[in-house]
Every structure is written in C-alpha cells, then in structure tokens.
C-alpha cells in the first residue's frame, strides 16, 4: 500500500510503500539529513518531527525523553501506516554549501610550492587563424585545424580529436569566420584536441580542482591565465546519508542499485560546487577547460562507479590504482560538457590519491628531510619518507575531527568553534568562533582544543570520562553519562546547548589512537624512532587554527620540538590546485603513486595493542609524555 509523505517546510512530497523506512524516502526526494551510520541507528541524528499521521516504530528508545514528547523520530526505525506530515529540523540537516576554510587551499598558501614546479598546464588553449577553404585548397575541416595547428605549436606528435568534437567543428569555425580557438591536452606520446571555439576565448580558460573527501568536499576555481584561485567552497558529501564511513558506503554499494545511488550523491555534491563557485566567480561552465579530482581509493572507486566490494575483503584489493585522462561527462559530471578530467592515481587499498596529492603538494617525494605526513580525515592516512623511499599506512580514525561522530561537530566554516580555553577554577569555556559570529558546533581544531582543557583542567580523566564529583553549571547529566556545557543556548546561533558528552569524547580518543597506532607502526616497520624525523607535517579539515602543543597534550601525535611540526591545511586541495598549473605535479603523482610502499595495518596483530594502548589521555604509558604528564600533575596542586 503507498502513503504520501509531506516533508516541511520544504513543501516536497513523495511516495511510501508499506514497509520502506521514512530515510530512504527523504533521500529519494533529494534533501540531506544527517545519516552518519547509513541507516543503521546507531548515530540518532536522523531526527524528523510527526505532525500528522501513524507510523510504525521510529527508534524513540534512543531519544531524550522531551523529543518524544515533541514527536521526535528516527527516519531510519520508522515506516509509514498511514499518510504523514513530517517536519525536518534544522539540527538534522546536513549543511550546503559553504565557504572554505581550510588552511593552506589557496595560491598564495602554495606560493613556495608554485616556484618549485614548473608553471605548464596539462590542459592549454591557443588562438588559431585558419585559411579560408577555395577550389584550389579543399582539405577538409579537421585536417585544415590539424595542419595550423600542429605549426601554431610546433609539434610533431599525433593530433587527436574525437567524435564529439569533429560533429560540432564546422559550424565553430564558420561562426567566427575561421578564427578559433583550441582547447588540447598534450601526453607523452599524442596530442588530443578537446574544444574548439569560435573566436578569440583564451582569457576564459579555468580549472576547477577538489579534494573528493569522505565526510566533506573542497573544491577551488583556479584562474589558468593568471594563475590564481578565483572561489573556493565547501559541501557535505551526500554520501553521508548512506553511512559515515567508507565501510558502511562499500556495503551500501552491494544493496540493489546501492553502488549507482553513492556515484549519483557525489556527482551531485560536485555539480553543486561547482555552480556554486560560477555564481561566486560570475564565470559560465564554459570557461572550465578541466576539472583535477583527488581521492581516497574508495571514494575514487564510487566517482567512478567502480564496485568498491573488495577493497574490504581480504587480501584488499582495489579494481584499479591510476586512470586516464577522461572526459568529465563520463563522470556525469555534465555541467562540465567538453572539460577533462584527472583523477589521482592511488597507492593501495586504503592509501589513495589524496595523499598522493598532498605528499606531492609538500615536496616530501623531492625532498631530503625525513618527513611525517599526517592527513587526519575519517580516514587516517600517514607517510612516512623522503625523495630515497615512502612508506605509507592507512588507519580509520573514524570522522570525529571532521565534525562526524559528535553531537555539536561541525564543519570549520563561519559559526564554528575553533578554539578553546577553560578557567582553572570556575571551570568557564573562553571559545574562539569562525566569523566572529554566535556558534554553532565544534570544528576539528575546536574539539582538540576541549579535549585537551578537559584533560589539563581534570575535567576529564584518562580514560575520558567527566569527574562526576566536578560540581557547577557546565557539568550535567545527559541520560547516557555526564556533558560539559561549551556554550549555553542563550550564546548560540541555534539557541540550544553546545556540548561535549562522554560518548563524544570516546569517538575523539578512538580516532586519535588510531593516528597515534598508525605513526608507532610506522616508525617500528622501518625501525626508526621519532627523534629521527626530521619535520611532521600534519593536514586536514580543521580550519585556519591549529593548535599543535593540543595535539601532543591529548595523545595523537608523540612529544617533540614544537619546530618540527607544520599544519598544512587541506594537502588534498593543495595537490590538485597544483595540478591545474603544471604537468610536473601529474607527472610526480603518478611516480609517488608507484614508488610508495603500503603497509597493511589490519595484518598486523601488534596495531590492535598500540590502538588500545592509545585510548587513553595522553596515553596507557605516560613515560611517552613526560611534559605532558608533568603540565596535568601541576593542575592538580
């Protein structure tokens, strides 16, 4: 039997059968909830409001017991038994776009990095004046392009040109009266012409790059001529409703139609980015000559429709590791029409081109310093060497430090909470919030910040848990443990409490053990000690700040000279933005890709025991912390 289902206050209907959990029926529709766990119940933010009508279950065991009353439900635990009106509340959206602030993604941040590679773009455009055709030179369309062309550019490689392009070429070179221009991609080995204009279009030439991210995707419009970054914008992934992780997204994958809906959520999310940035730039999709995609393994396997299913059965093993250049239709990304894209190639099951991408954007492949490269998403990704070797380890750190995973995270755009300082004695929150604005939630850099005043302020003990004998008005019951306050509703944007909560606190020390494992994996395969390491470098979504001294303090990254460690920003961005501008960076991406050796975490017994060892505050040995230890013992006196 269907039942109609009105979702305010957007005003969209769709239809239910019988059955058919409410979440897959708003996703359908298009609209993004919050559905970290794919729909299995576990993350409770799935909230939507009855107004009207009779459902069946809705998971209300896991709710407050004011939501209730409120009408509050589960999407994912409810079917329809009659026709429903529900409400979506803002709390259970997932964010749109929003404007990049991720540290090192523009070309000013990549000014050294830009005057160590050479500026050549992979994809070029070229003005051409064609002669006109007579009875006395009758060549045909093409092999006239061809013949100038090849001369305009002084090559003697193959030219190439496809169907689509031959089908458009004689009405665009006619239009301008035979002056075009060429759009083209040159290889080792061919030319391959991919545009043709009618008219003089050369100052139009842009480059969109992104960094494909499990829980959020960056993405910059790069200026080609002038050769600097025009827009840049952020946007939940809308994978998310269908499981937080890449794991849950494999065995989505598997479901009836599974593998087509995750392609079809990430295409979207990138055609929203991208007209986002056309209407900031006020630029048309027809000025991008390419589009540059950076990765993990798995993400890249779903943009590509590729079956991820057994990159998670032993032995691990990905479909493919590199791809050719393609066009960005064959993404769907048809916004894009006649642009190219490249995708970077990955290493390994879990090691995949956005770390390629960042290990080539900070010169760590063509450099002497022994370097640690530590990119902190919901995946783990660490590397560990120099221009002689790499060595590389992937550990699911889970999406904590992106927001995912806790229940006031979000996203380091305007509103969120990046740093923090808590009163030894009264034990107030002093909070730092992007944009100057009321917050919203806790970005990355905010959550390591709290953390880390929990523990020094002995809000928190090693094990994460709230002193329950800590008396004042941050601390409280929340039904499930004890939450501290970081912001009363009277402060906030939403005008609710922000909090962190012991379940919060246990998603964060669960996701910097896994680095902290990672790195001491690491550094025994090679049997290397931290001393040895000459720079670390660390990089992810945190936001502009990022407070390193914190890291150390809560256990993710080993005591060392504060000189030695560097944030990044988004190395993934970096990496693509870089190959926008110059055939060199591809050229390393795909050297680094095959070089770097990948060590499998999950066959090693020995990772499991550094993991539980570091899910503790700073860590189960606190010899490995001396000055740590010796800041906490001090706040106790």
Same mark, same amino acid.
């Given at each position: 039997m269907k039942h109609k289902i009105s979702f305010l206050p957007d005003n969209l209907e769709a239809v239910a059968m019988d059955g058919e959990d409410i979440l897959a029926v708003l996703t359908s529709t298009g609209l993004k909830i919050n559905a970290s766990c794919g729909g299995a119940g576990t993350c409770a933010r799935c909230k939507l409001i009855l107004e009207k009508g009779k459902i069946e279950g809705g998971g209300r065991e896991r709710l407050d017991q004011d939501e209730v009353e409120a009408g509050y439900f589960l999407a994912c635990k409810a079917s329809a038994v009659s026709d429903l009106v529900v409400r979506i509340p803002d709390a259970s959206r997932q964010n749109d776009l929003f404007e990049s602030d991720e540290g090192a993604t523009s070309l000013a941040a990549l000014e050294d990095s830009l005057k160590?590679?050479? *500026? @050549? $773009?992979p994809v070029k455009k070229v003005q051409l004046k064609l002669p006109k055709p007579n009875l006395t030179d009758s060549v045909d369309d093409l092999r006239r392009l061809k013949r100038v062309f090849a001369i305009k550019i002084a090559s003697d490689k193959e030219i190439l040109? !496809?169907? !689509?392009? #031959? /089908?458009?070429?004689a009405k665009a070179i006619r239009d301008a009266d035979f002056l075009v221009t060429v759009s083209y991609i040159e290889t080792a080995s061919s030319i391959e012409i991919i545009?043709?204009?009618?008219?003089?279009?050369?100052?139009?030439?842009?480059? #969109? +790059?992104? @960094? #494909?991210?499990?829980?959020?995707?960056?993405?910059?419009? *790069? !200026?080609?001529?002038?050769?600097?970054?025009?827009?840049?914008l952020s946007s939940y992934n809308g994978q998310a409703n269908f499981g937080d992780d890449v794991i849950s997204r494999i065995i989505f994958a598997a479901k009836p139609n599974g593998l087509t809906k995750l392609k079809d959520a990430v295409v979207v999310t990138i055609s929203g980015l991208i007209t986002g940035l056309l209407e900031k730039s006020g630029r048309t999709a027809g000025d991008i000559s390419a589009i540059f995609l950076a990765g993990n393994t798995i993400m890249t396997h779903l943009l590509l429709g590729i079956d991820p299913k057994y990159i998670r059965e032993e032995p691990y093993i990905p479909t493919a #590791? !590199? %791809?050719?250049? $393609?066009?960005? +239709? @064959?993404?769907?990304l048809d916004i894009l029409g006649h642009a190219r894209a490249f995708v970077f190639p990955s290493v390994a099951s879990y090691v995949g081109g956005d770390v390629v991408a960042g290990v080539v954007a900070n010169r760590i492949s063509s450099g002497d310093k022994l370097t640690l490269y530590i990119d902190v998403g919901t995946n783990g990704e660490i590397v560990l060497g120099n221009s002689d070797w790499l060595m590389a380890c992937s550990c699911s750190a889970g999406p904590a430090f992106e927001g995912g995973g806790v229940k006031d995270g979000m996203k380091a755009a305007e509103g969120a909470i990046e740093k923090v300082e808590i009163d030894e004695?009264?034990?107030? +929150? /002093?909070?730092?919030v992007i944009g100057g604005v009321k917050p919203s939630g806790i970005c990355g850099s905010g959550l390591i910040d709290l953390l880390a005043e929990l523990f020094l302020k002995r809000v928190v003990d090693q094990r994460g848990k709230i002193d329950p004998a800590l008396k004042g008005p941050r601390i409280r019951e929340n039904g499930g443990g004890l939450e501290y306050i970081v912001a009363f509703g009277s402060e906030t944007a939403s005008g609710r409490d922000i909090v962190i909560g012991e379940a919060d606190i246990d998603n964060l020390l669960?996701?910097?053990?896994?680095? %902290?494992?990672?790195?001491?994996?690491?550094?025994?395969? $090679?049997?290397?000690?931290?001393?040895?390491?000459?720079? *670390?470098? *660390?990089?992810?979504? %945190?936001?502009r700040y990022l407070n390193v001294e914190k890291i150390q303090i809560i256990? $993710?990254? %080993?005591?060392?000279?504060?000189?030695?460690? /560097?944030?990044?920003g988004n190395g993934s961005l970096s990496g693509a933005t870089l190959a926008a501008l110059s055939k060199q960076v591809i050229s390393e991406a795909e050297k680094v890709a095959e070089r770097m050796t990948?060590?499998?975490l999950s066959a090693d017994p020995k990772f499991m025991d550094a993991y539980i060892s570091a899910l503790f505050l700073p860590h189960t040995d606190v010899e490995l912390f001396p000055s740590v230890m010796e800041r906490f013992k001090a706040a106790g006196t």
């Open positions: 160590f590679w050479l *500026i @050549d $773009m040109a !496809d169907l !689509d392009l #031959v /089908r458009s070429l545009r043709v204009e009618a008219g003089d279009t050369t100052k139009d030439h842009f480059a #969109v +790059a992104v @960094d #494909v991210g499990t829980t959020t995707i960056g993405a910059s419009l *790069i !200026d080609l001529v002038q050769e600097r970054e025009v827009a840049s #590791v !590199d %791809f050719p250049w $393609m066009k960005a +239709a @064959d993404l769907n004695e009264s034990l107030e +929150a /002093r909070v730092s669960r996701a910097k053990a896994a680095v %902290f494992a990672g790195v001491t994996m690491l550094l025994e395969s $090679m049997s290397l000690n931290p001393e040895s390491i000459d720079e *670390i470098l *660390i990089a992810g979504s %945190f936001g256990g $993710m990254l %080993f005591e060392t000279e504060a000189g030695k460690v /560097r944030y990044v990948y060590l499998e």
